[in-house]
């Protein structure tokens, strides 16, 4: 379903915009554009909050078994 939706050509999406201009007209389009904006830019903020916080568990994960690794070296050579 995805790949059909991502293939769509030049004149599909001016259809759509032409449908979209219909229905809500030219003083709510900028309206739409700003609210969509607003989702995006939210989306990518939040998306960026996530991918930070698991970098930042992820580096603790790792110094917590190379510290382990170190201790398990150190055993064995004595």
């Not at 991918?51 to 004595?78: A, M, P, W, Y």
């Amino acid at each position: 379903m995805i790949p059909l939706f991502l293939n769509l050509g030049m004149s599909e999406v001016l259809m759509i915009l032409f449908v979209i201009l219909l229905l809500f007209g030219s003083k709510g389009l900028p309206n739409i554009a700003r609210t969509l904006g607003k989702g995006i830019n939210e989306f990518k903020r939040a998306s960026e909050s996530v991918q930070k916080d698991i970098l930042s568990n992820t580096g603790e994960i790792t110094h917590q078994v190379k510290r382990e690794i170190e201790e398990v070296k150190k055993e064995l050579e004595e």
